[in-house]
């Protein structure tokens, strides 16, 4: 399984992208998917993640009303749209695919592969 992650860039607080993530190779919709983040300097963090149906939808704090995740099974994509973006969501945003559908999501252990990253720069 390879995950290509796509959609990151420079915008101003408060402006909005949309981040996708492709599978390919022995791909399932059967997995559940999630988003995650590294800041310069910090630990990866999770952001966002949507079990194998996409009927069920994890939020970090920081995010919730602002990030939106979604999937398209028939596409094998996932989507990150990031609204009201702020400066303290600088980060190279990782998508990874869960040995699972659903779960603790919001864990890395979940997870079994990942994505090369994209990175997201949002300026003052």
């Known amino acids: 399984v390879q995950l290509q992650a796509s959609g990151g860039g420079l915008v101003q607080t408060g402006g909005s992208l949309r981040l996708s993530c492709a599978a390919s190779?022995?791909?399932?919709?059967?997995?559940?998917m999630g988003w995650f983040r590294q800041a310069p300097g910090k630990e990866r963090e999770f952001v966002a993640a949507?079990?194998?149906?996409?009927?069920?939808?994890y939020y970090a704090d920081s995010v919730k009303g602002r990030f939106t995740i979604s999937r398209d099974n028939a596409k094998n994509t996932v989507y990150l749209q990031m609204s009201s973006l702020k400066p303290e969501d600088t980060a190279v945003y990782y998508c990874?695919?869960?040995?699972?559908?659903?779960?603790?999501?919001?864990?890395?252990?979940?997870?079994?592969?990942w994505g090369q990253g994209t990175l997201v720069t949002v300026s003052s």
């Open positions: 949507i079990n194998g149906s996409g009927g069920k939808t």
């Open positions: 190779g022995r791909t399932s919709s059967s997995f559940g």
């Open positions: 990874a695919r869960s040995f699972y559908s659903d779960g603790s999501l919001s864990e890395g252990r979940m997870y079994g592969f």
